[in-house]
């Protein structure tokens, strides 16, 4: 069946610096693609999301790129703070099925 | 302005009882989900309702039911619990236009005996 996954499982950052965490997805008939952020006891959080017919949007502090070519979609985040440690996920969501599909999460974690 | 919120934060059930996850949310949103997430895992969808009335099965319905009792609020139930549905829970809603954009409450968890 489609699925939504991720390249690496975790990621370690220095506080400060650029994350850029992956995603690879198989279904093409999506109509969008989501980020959200999931902090430890809590639920996932929408971050920004990206029409199937873009390939760039940019909002506070975090950029997502999709690049229908190879199937491949990235949320980058600039300066890195230690609140933004949590686990990420990308999810896809088509409309014609109503559904949001979850990748299986990267664990960020923002070092001192 | 509570969001999503949801009933009761933890729970530990025997295999065979049932029980009913409350979900409510304040925003006037017409479409609600529940979605189960195992460890290490993302969340995957057990129902939906895009409205008052209507409920649709997701990828994962088998052993759960849900009622859509108003357009506040959205239960989960489980008949007969099973050592499988050991798992948190979350309810989300979502404005009917912006179906992708869904805000989710902070979870149930759920361990079954």
């Known amino acids: 069946g489609e699925s939504v996954g991720l390249h690496l499982p975790t990621l370690s950052v220095q506080e400060g610096d650029n994350s850029i965490i992956n995603c690879a997805y198989s279904n093409s008939a999506s109509d969008y693609f989501i980020w959200y952020k999931q902090e430890s006891g809590k639920g996932p959080q929408f971050i920004i999301d990206?029409?199937?017919?873009?390939d760039k949007r940019q909002g506070q502090r975090v950029t997502v790129l999709l690049n229908k070519t190879v199937k491949h979609l990235s949320l980058q985040i600039a300066a890195t703070q230690p609140g933004d440690s949590a686990v990420y996920f990308c999810?896809?969501?088509?409309?014609?099925?109503?559904?949001?599909?979850f990748g299986s999460g990267t664990q960020l974690t923002v070092l001192p | 302005n509570a969001g999503v919120t949801q009933t009761p934060k933890f729970q530990v059930l025997k295999t065979g009882q049932s029980m009913t996850l409350q979900c409510a949310q304040d925003?006037?949103?017409?479409?609600m989900y529940w979605y189960r997430q195992d460890p290490g895992m993302g969340l995957r969808l057990i129902y939906y309702?895009?409205?008052?009335?209507?409920?649709d099965k997701g990828e994962v319905p088998n052993g759960y039911n849900v009622s859509r009792l108003n357009k506040r609020e959205f239960s989960l139930r489980l008949e007969s619990a099973a050592p499988s549905q050991t798992s948190v829970y979350f309810c989300?809603?979502?404005?009917?236009?912006?179906?992708?954009?869904?805000?989710f409450g902070p979870g149930t968890r759920l361990l079954v005996l």
């Open positions: 309702s895009a409205s008052e009335g209507t409920t």
């Open positions: 990206i029409r199937s017919n873009m």
């Open positions: 925003m006037n949103h017409n479409s």
């Open positions: 999810a896809e969501f088509a409309g014609s099925a109503r559904q949001l599909t």
């Open positions: 989300a809603s979502s404005e009917e236009e912006t179906e992708e954009t869904q805000y």
